[in-house]
């Protein structure tokens, strides 16, 4: 409970920073909207980037959380272009906004501005995943790896493109990306891999491209007979393990009867019984048992013997 109301304060926190920083980023963009820039925003200017600031929260929150998502993604940095466009029309609805205390962005126009930082978040993260990914893509593109490798290529480019639709779905599924982005990382590893390969063989003689399929034939069966010899190797392990279990059960099973046995033992005066282990079966020899000759009787002296039996059988 406590953990919870930390971290819901934390995200209230975090909220309040962010309203007072934008909130500042609309007094510093007053400041400067004045035929006289000045060098510093004044406390009206504070006061209309404040009211600016809660009207966008309260009419356009779908605006501020994807201008949030882009900045945090980095993208004035990774997708400038965007992120500029974006910016732009943003700060040109605020100017407007600031000279008309009852104006309001038309639902179009906040469509519009959502789908711009979504698209620039977005750029930024395809750039920051697939940066790799793409490198690799660029450098094969250049060196026409396509006419040696079509289908690897083709399979490149393909899981890219399923990356990047994963993160335009959802950019902060993180587990989601970074499955994707793996998958095409590897992919293009691959394509790497096999241009560079292409390329000997085609450089090769028909004798050297031979030797070398011979190479790689024995190779296999080599890695094929210790595949196999590890195999049988885990096998017979695996065997062991399951005979030594047999064997450590018995030991338990004969040591938690020898333990029953000493349970037993210890109910009984030495001169009233013994209780010993034969096979498997737990007998219990009385010696303090009494007869009278010729009677089928028994001692009332003996029934507290008797009565102890009783209790030890299950």
Request: glycine share 2%; proline share 4%; with cysteine.
């Amino acid at each position: 409970m406590k953990s919870n109301q930390c971290e819901s304060e934390l995200t209230l926190y975090n909220k309040k920073m962010f309203v007072i920083a934008f909130a500042l980023n609309i007094a510093f963009l007053l400041s400067g909207c004045s035929s006289t820039p000045k060098a510093a925003p004044t406390a009206s200017d504070l006061a209309l980037s404040q009211a600016i600031t809660e009207r966008l929260e309260r009419d356009a929150p779908e605006v501020l959380h994807s201008r949030n998502d882009a900045i945090t993604a980095d993208a004035a940095k990774v997708a400038s272009k965007k992120w500029m466009i974006a910016e732009d029309d943003f700060q040109n609805e605020l100017k407007e906004l600031a000279k008309h205390d009852d104006r309001m962005i038309s639902p179009k126009k906040r469509s519009e501005l959502h789908k711009e930082f979504v698209a620039a978040q977005n750029l930024a993260e395809k750039k920051y995943y697939l940066k790799e990914t793409y490198e690799v893509i660029n450098h094969l593109d250049d060196h026409n790896a396509k006419l040696l490798i079509p289908s690897a290529m083709k399979d490149a480019k393909k899981k890219t493109s399923e990356a990047e639709a994963t993160i335009e779905e959802d950019p902060n599924n993180v587990h989601n990306i970074i499955a994707a982005v793996e998958s095409a990382q590897a992919s293009a590893q691959y394509a790497q891999d096999l241009y560079h390969r292409a390329q000997n063989v085609k450089s090769e003689s028909p004798e050297e491209a031979a030797a070398l399929m011979l190479a790689q034939e024995k190779s296999n069966r080599e890695l094929t007979t210790q595949l196999s010899d590890a195999e049988n190797e885990r096998s017979k392990v695996k065997s062991d393990l399951s005979e030594a279990e047999k064997a450590r059960q018995a030991l338990q099973g004969k040591n938690d009867i020898q333990n029953y046995v000493s349970g037993l033992q210890s109910r009984f005066n030495p001169d009233e019984a013994e209780v010993f282990q034969q096979g498997n079966d737990v007998l219990i020899r009385l010696k303090g048992m009494e007869f009278p000759p010729s009677r089928a009787e028994i001692p009332s002296k003996s029934l507290g013997l008797l009565e102890s039996v009783k209790k030890t059988i299950p």
